[in-house]
């Protein structure tokens, strides 16, 4: 820099131009370079932003917790109907050591595991026939068309009866639940795959099986693990209501257990344990989407 | 039919009924291909060209008429296809693509990633063997495409504009890289293209079509030596002259097709 300005300036003496009022210019020049230098944004400030938003994220639930507490404490809220944060911990921890809590939560964990096994299997199957085969279509849909709406809790009693009180009739609740929801999203995502993929695998001979495994299964997963993220959401749903009745476990009983016993911190423990379930099942989906489609990545 | 003909079709007609119209896609075609002959079809949209390829490829059947193909050998399959447009599963690696048709055969995996390994090389598509379609430009999709249709050793190769997709770059270096592959091949091959000098460059005989209905104007022969070259071809004496008489046969066959689209 010094080097080129000396030059700069010899220069401007060459030419006998005033060189006082040219140095101040140039100072200008330079000041003015060096400002818009430090105001480049540089990458640390980029991770600074994303750090920032990370702790938002973090910070506004722990707030409202501290608001909570503070509310219970002042009792500003009932704290025989809202119960406090800490009061939940204080409950929550003893159960956890016992093993209490991770019994109900295996329990119940099975029990979704087991329905939705039970639910996404068969919808899996009859999906991609529908979605593959008219006629199987044209046969099926009518009646998958009229039940698909009945709520499946109303349902419930009917299963109760034909299952009793066992196992049977909690994995059935969840599987029905679920069977639909993947039935449709599979049919679905059969009947988007663009017919020239159809066209390829019958112009190379394709027997029917291999209409399956090389395009239909494959071509459809997007769509049946949408079916699958709502089937499991649905199976949540259908947990609780599965172990109203002639359940003896489970994170559900253990809310209906808490309700006829009035004890609002094990309800609200449950309901932690659910949200965390939830959260857990989830993110397993999301992980076994990313293993078996990899070629959706980047595709969005 | 004599034994140097591979496919022979006589009064070939295919009619969709849409909408209560009767449209004829295709008005007695008679037609014959020899053994290892480059077959070009040329014809304004609308023409029927696809529906030929489709019929001839199985996935679509003729309304009337006779259509004879012949196979030399029943392990092999009678035609292959390269559609028009993106075919490439987005679901399967660049080798699992090519190998496809192996796999429909019910080959052993090593023996079908073996043969592929064989066409991806001839394709230039070394060292994305593994990569997704996804990842990949529309050039490479069709030699995927490409290789896919050779390496299931067809009797019978269909191409439905297969380049016409593409930029002139990559069109010119993969109509060298067909008749590189093609002509150590072989194969009896129909081919739909929209250019006049893709034809030229490619073809032994070159199809035009009429449109509504679809019909057979013109064959002409293409009288430019085998092996070609795409650069001293354009340079050969018959070149202009034969682009200028495919040209004026489309030429009306074009105008006709955009006056009929004015009336309806």
Redesign the interface.
């Known amino acids: 820099m010094a080097e080129n300005r000396i030059r700069f300036s010899a220069t401007l003496i060459e030419r006998g131009i005033n060189m006082s009022l040219m140095e101040e210019t140039l100072q200008e020049q330079l000041s003015r370079i060096i400002i818009k230098e430090a105001k480049g944004e540089s990458k640390k400030a980029v991770f600074d932003k994303g750090l920032l938003l990370k702790v938002l994220a973090f910070l506004s639930p722990s707030l409202l917790l501290v608001l909570w507490e503070i509310f219970a404490r002042l009792e500003l809220i009932d704290i025989r109907l809202f119960s406090s944060p800490v009061m939940i911990f204080k409950t929550m921890m003893p159960m956890l050591y016992s093993g209490e809590l991770l019994y109900h939560t295996f329990i119940s964990a099975q029990r979704i595991v087991l329905g939705f096994l039970a639910g996404a299997v068969p919808g899996v199957i009859l999906g991609l026939s529908m979605g593959l085969f008219a006629p199987v279509r044209a046969s099926l849909m009518p009646m998958v068309s009229a039940t698909f709406p009945i709520p499946k809790l109303a349902i419930m009693p009917l299963i109760l009866i034909i299952f009793g009180l066992g196992e049977a009739s909690k994995i059935f609740t969840i599987g029905i639940g679920v069977f639909y929801l993947v039935l449709i999203n599979t049919m679905a995502g059969v009947l988007n795959i663009d017919d ?2 159809l ?9 029917p099986f ?1 209409f399956y495994t ?2 239909a299964f ?2 459809a ?1 997007p769509m049946i693990f949408a079916g699958f993220k709502l089937g499991m959401g649905t199976a949540l749903l259908l947990i609780v209501a599965a172990e109203l009745s002639a359940a003896k476990a489970g994170v559900g009983w253990m809310i209906w257990r808490a309700y006829d016993m009035f004890d609002i911190e094990k309800m609200f423990v449950a309901l932690i344990t659910l949200a965390f379930l939830g959260y857990i099942f989830s993110n397993l989906l999301e992980i076994a989407e990313k293993i078996v ?3 959706q990545n ?2 969005r | 039919m004599s034994p140097t003909v591979a496919i022979n079709m006589e009064k070939l007609t295919k009619i969709f009924y849409t909408n209560q119209k009767k449209v004829v896609a295709l008005d007695n075609i008679d037609l014959s291909v020899k053994e290892g002959e480059f077959l070009c079809i040329v014809g304004p949209s609308g023409c029927g060209k696809t529906t030929l390829l489709r019929i001839l ?3 679509e059947k003729q309304t009337w008429g006779k259509l004879v193909i012949r196979s030399k050998n029943p392990e092999k ?1 009678l ?3 390269v ?1 028009q ?3 490439v ?4 690696t660049v080798k699992e693509n090519v190998a ?2 192996l ?3 019910g080959l052993p995996k090593s023996e079908r990633l073996r043969i592929a390994g064989r066409y991806i090389k001839l394709m230039g598509l070394e060292g994305f063997a593994d990569a ?4 990949l430009s529309g050039g490479m999709k069709q030699r995927i495409n490409v290789a896919r249709a050779f390496v ?1 050793d067809p009797e019978i190769l269909l191409m439905d504009e297969p380049f016409g997709a593409l930029d002139e770059q990559n069109r010119l270096l993969l109509q060298q890289e067909l008749l590189k592959i093609w002509e150590g091949s072989g194969k009896t091959s129909l081919f739909i293209t929209h250019s006049i000098d893709e034809a030229l460059v490619l073809a032994d005989r070159i199809m035009v079509m009429t449109a509504h209905p679809g019909k057979v104007k013109a064959i002409v022969p293409v009288d430019i030596p085998r092996p070609r070259d795409i650069l001293s071809l354009r340079s050969s004496p018959n070149f202009g002259a034969l682009f200028k008489q495919i040209w004026e046969l489309l030429q009306e066959e074009v105008l006709k097709a955009k006056s009929m689209e004015l009336k309806t």
């Open positions: 020239i993929y066209d390829v695998a019958k112009n190379f001979g394709a027997k291999q090389t395009v494959p071509g997963l489609i990899p070629w980047n595709r | 490829a199985g996935l399959p035609t292959s296809m559609f447009g993106d075919s599963f987005p679901w399967m496809y048709g796999r429909i055969k997704f379609p996804h990842q299931s």
